[in-house]
């Protein structure tokens, strides 16, 4: 089985991967099964990482042995730094596939990508609308470099440059559309007056602790403006040249206990809530587990802020629905879940589709049902 190239071992997987995303429902348009069947990406990702149960990661061979994981609905880490963290990935084709088509690309369009990775999907849009008329940016000058070798190597030549992606790439604009693979705090203004009218943009807004989801926005003449999609999803955060680590280490202090009757980890199971909660709560905020020691399993969900409030939720409820819940800090933070919950409940429950974004020069607004039903008001001035 040929496993470089254009052979026909690659091919076959290719083929097989179109087929079970039309199964699964997250592919419908022809021209992009086409630009799926027709991308190499193992020559885009000839290395992934996978990681094991004790933490630690090891390297793969996709374009080798592991030749079908790169076709498969799998998201390839592709960069680990010095502490073991992932810092670069590929992204699973399933969702890729199912962002473009939520950004209703048409022929004849100039797109924008924030965030080049591998070049994968620099790699689709190139086969849809041709080279000419993607440009792709990522703020990692390797990254970019590697990704222009190895699209060459089968014949595709978009636009490349290392940027920093917050600041768009104004050169040549104006674009039809903007896309975002990685997740941001807020939509960068730069982006909208890159945008031509009636364009439109797709990002992964995450505004706290991987609070946020995807939103589709449509330039109009003073603002951004559009939905959050159904379908949650989740990227990497945006990186930019000279960004640092910070630890946040709970405050080691006596704590209050009380029980609650919220979800203890809306990160997961309610991710609504988990918006408007961060809406209110400190920026920065971590959000994790501790471990029982004998079991190794999680056994309650914890948040801490950097000014040292933190709180901890038994993950095991009492027959009264009730859970136990220890906190301690200058914030209650644990106060703002509760609130959150009671607010979505309120509302009749919403999904994301009932929530919107306007995006104006100064500022970002969270909206339910329609833009002046307000929800939230960032001021970015």
Sequence with gaps: MTTTGTGAGWATYAAGLVAALTEAGDLHDPAWAAALAATPRHLLVPIAYRQQPDGAWVEVDTSGPDLELAY????????????????????????????????????????????????????????????????????????????????????????????????????????????????????????????????????????????????????????????????????????????????????????????????????????????????????????????????????AATLSAPDGSWCEIDLTTAEDGSRQIREAGPTSLWAQVEHAYQRWQAWDRPSWERLGLTVTDDAQVVWLDQPRDIIHRIDLS
């Design 72 to 299: 498969s609905p799998t998201t390839l880490v592709t960069e680990i730094d010095a502490d073991g963290r992932a810092t670069s990935s590929s992204t699973k084709p399933d969702l890729m596939l199912r962002m473009l088509e939520i950004l209703d690309v048409h022929a004849g369009q100039r797109v924008l990508e924030i965030g080049t990775g591998t070049g994968y999907n620099a790699a689709l849009l190139a086969h849809r609308l041709g080279d000419h008329l993607v440009f792709s940016i990522d703020v990692d000058v390797h990254l970019v470099a590697a990704a222009a070798e190895r699209l060459a190597g089968f014949g595709r030549h978009p636009h490349l440059a290392a940027r920093d992606g917050v600041d768009g790439w104004p050169e040549h604009a104006p674009y039809d559309r903007i896309i975002a693979t990685c997740s941001v705090p807020r939509i960068p203004w730069s982006w909208e007056q890159q945008l031509g009218p009636g364009g439109k943009l797709l990002a992964d807004l995450k505004l706290g602790a991987s609070a946020g989801n995807l939103v589709l926005l449509t330039r109009h003449d003073d603002r951004l403006e559009g939905r959050f999609t159904g379908r949650w999803a989740a990227f990497m955060g945006m990186r930019h040249h000279g960004d640092t680590t910070l630890d946040r280490a709970p405050n080691a202090q006596t704590s209050q206990q009380r029980t609650t009757t919220t979800p203890a980890q809306p990160w997961n199971t309610d991710r609504e809530v988990w918006l408007l909660a961060c809406l209110a709560l400190p920026a920065h905020l971590r959000h994790g587990y501790t471990l029982d020691p004998a079991t190794r399993t999680p056994k």
